[in-house]
């Protein structure tokens, strides 16, 4: 079993900025590639950021592009997003996701293997 823990989500004022850790662990496994979700009241959950743990390649979802950077340690198995110029339409639970066996892509739901428990952010206007 892996185990994947966020941390860092709070309330913020528009304009400010917030880092999301995740850390996954557990038995032994190969990480393939982490993503972060989000989902907001009300909607379905949608893509926000992913990260190919081979290469460091990264994808963001367009909303968030410009102002939402992904990274990894891959030494800690953790992958980090750092969210800067925070609008209310930020606001969600963000979830992590991780893949451990090989993925075509870091946007779709479905193929991450597990995930966390999701870390709240609020951004006020």
């Known amino acids: 079993q892996v185990q994947v823990v966020e941390s860092g989500g709070g309330l913020v004022q528009a304009g400010d900025s917030l880092r999301l850790s995740c850390a996954a662990s557990?038995?032994?496994?190969?990480?393939?590639?982490m993503g972060w979700f989000r989902q907001a009241p009300g909607k379905e959950r949608e893509f926000v950021a992913g990260?190919?743990?081979?290469?460091?390649?990264?994808y963001y979802a367009d909303s968030v592009k410009g102002r939402f950077t992904i990274s990894r340690d891959n030494a800690k198995n953790t992958v980090y997003l750092q969210m800067n110029s925070l609008k209310p339409e930020d606001t969600a639970v963000y979830y992590c996701?991780?893949?451990?066996?090989?993925?075509?892509?870091?946007?779709?739901?479905?193929?991450?293997?597990?995930w966390g428990q999701g870390t709240q952010v609020t951004v006020s206007s």
């Open positions: 557990g038995r032994t496994f190969s990480t393939y590639a």
């Open positions: 996701a991780v893949a451990t066996s090989p993925i075509r892509s870091v946007v779709a739901a479905s193929p991450y293997d597990y």
């Open positions: 990260i190919w743990w081979s290469g460091g390649f990264t």
